[in-house]
């Protein structure tokens, strides 16, 4: 799998690894009522799908920046990938 | 029509002409008591004890495709019960002792075979955990043996001893564990429901359920509507797929894909199953010649049943590294199957939200040795609606109270498992 990188262009998804579904970014607030819950769901549940999946990918042999890739899970299509950081901005997160 | 000596020296004799099938192909009727879902080895598993232990009458196995067309015809059938945890370890001993007796009690030649699993270990810490795994193992009845590196030379003396960097300090061995070949166990099992009466309804896909007020009342199929009393889902791989059906949209799992290998028939060499202790790769031999071997998961997730060329490299240079001497020889297939990759490592027998509707899956990569116990555990849930003695932590509410089973220590990292 080649993994268009957003800053170094296609990049061999061996130089990186996985770490899973996106939805890890949105970290639960732990001072909400239902944080158990919330958190329980945040780290033991996932949604799993065949096709489209946003996944997070590490570029650990290279720039180390964290990706949010989308990639097909029936095909092994990649179909974008963009900085996990400007994902994580554009949800509120860090400002 | 049962099998024997006998019967194969007279079918011998007559050309072949008394054979019969092994097992019917019904169509689905209106209503079952029993429902399972899936046709593998767990399903049909399942499905024999449902009938042979529970004396359940009226079961049926759903499967969308043919029997034994999934990951119990693409595993690399190596059987053994040498887990760490309490969790673990009885079900998998039981599951070893199920093996044992399986091929007289279901009358189909499985080709079981003990010869001996190896874990190899090349640094002094590995072999502290395996004492303790061994340790733990021994405590639960299961038969263990830490060998030295002069123990594993006399039962392997192919193997890259003096490697700089990984040299072999010895192994835990499991004398009891083995290989079976993995097509009977499927067919086995379908043959022994289908004589006790159960429905094995082959090209039959599950497309929905039925849940009113709360209570599954039946499976809508492709080939039309089937009532249940009870519906039991054992399809590991696709778990996420065929639970959403359901409404169950998330679960404590992951799908990953896991390639195996195999390569062209050799002269008998690799006396059991071995495992490299410091990469990726372990290896049996089959009847046929063939080495079958293995590695890790690929590490995303996949629902593609193929996998890619970075882990048949990581693999082959696993197998290279610890037994130079299979360079010379070329693979012949190469394949893929889907795994239920669970948050813990651990498998899930347990009942579901939905009255009526059970759940088996999340067996990761060690689902194969697992089979007759899974199929015992969940036929046990499924008539007694109580979780047999040996899978009472394989609940799905482990991961809220905090009582995983991680045999391997990594966490809600289902890849790393």
Request: aromatic share 10%; with cysteine; hydrophobic share 40%.
């Amino acid at each position: 799998m080649i993994i268009p990188h957003p800053l170094l262009g296609p990049r061999d998804s061996q130089e990186f690894t996985y770490l899973g579904d996106a939805n890890l970014i949105d970290r639960p607030d732990w001072q909400a009522e239902d944080a158990v819950d919330r958190f329980h769901d945040y780290l033991y549940l996932r949604d799993n799908p065949a096709g489209e999946h946003k996944e997070l990918w590490f570029h650990e042999q290279g720039d180390r920046s964290w990706l949010v890739v989308t990639r097909n899970t029936l095909t092994h299509e990649i179909i974008s990938a963009e900085l996990a950081r400007d994902v994580a901005r554009t949800r509120g997160r860090s400002k | 029509m049962r099998y024997s000596g006998f019967k194969v020296l007279k079918e011998a004799l007559t050309g072949h002409r008394g054979w019969q099938p092994a097992w019917r192909d019904p169509a689905p009727k209106s209503h079952y008591d029993i429902i399972v879902v899936g046709g593998g080895g767990h399903g049909l598993a399942t499905a024999y004890y449902l009938a042979k232990v529970f004396s359940k009458s009226s079961v049926a196995v759903l499967e969308k495709g043919w029997i034994g067309g999934g990951n119990v015809g693409r595993n690399t059938t190596i059987i053994r019960s040498n887990y760490l945890l309490d969790g673990n370890e009885p079900f998998y001993e039981f599951s070893m002792k199920l093996w044992e007796g399986l091929e007289q009690d279901f009358n189909f030649n499985a080709m079981i075979s003990q010869r001996g699993v190896l874990n190899l270990c090349h640094t002094d810490a590995q072999r502290d955990a395996f004492r303790r795994r061994g340790n733990a193992m021994r405590l639960n009845g299961v038969d263990a043996e830490l060998l030295d590196t002069e123990g594993v030379r006399k039962m392997a003396p192919f193997l890259n001893f003096d490697s700089a960097r990984f040299p072999i300090k010895g192994g835990l061995l499991q004398p009891r564990g083995g290989t079976v070949r993995h097509d009977a166990v499927a067919w086995g099992y379908a043959r022994g429901a289908d004589s006790r009466g159960v429905d094995i309804i082959q090209n039959c896909e599950v497309t929905g359920f039925r849940i009113e007020n709360g209570k599954c009342l039946g499976v809508e199929t492709t080939r039309g509507f089937v009532g249940a009393g009870k519906v039991g889902v054992a399809v590991a791989g696709s778990s996420g797929r065929v639970m959403a059906m359901a409404g169950i949209n998330r679960l404590p799992i992951e799908s990953h894909v896991l390639q195996a290998f195999v390569s062209e028939g050799l002269k008998p060499i690799i006396p059991g199953v071995i495992t490299y202790g410091a990469g990726h790769f372990y290896v049996s031999q089959s009847d046929k010649g063939g080495l079958v071997f293995g590695g890790d998961i690929d590490g995303y997730n996949s629902y593609a049943q193929r996998g890619n060329l970075p882990v048949v490299e990581d693999v082959c240079e696993g197998g290279m590294s610890l037994m130079p001497m299979i360079g010379r020889a070329r693979l012949l297939r190469m394949w893929g199957g889907i795994m239920d990759m669970s948050m813990d490592g651990s498998p899930i027998i347990d009942s579901t939200d939905v009255d009526g509707l059970y759940f088996n899956g999340g067996w990761c990569y060690g689902g194969f040795k697992a089979t007759p116990a899974s199929g015992w555990c969940f036929a046990h849930l499924l008539a007694t609606d109580r979780p047999h003695e040996t899978a009472t932590a394989y609940r799905f509410d482990r991961f809220r109270k905090g009582l995983m089973i991680d045999e391997k220590g990594m966490g809600a990292q289902p890849n790393l498992h």
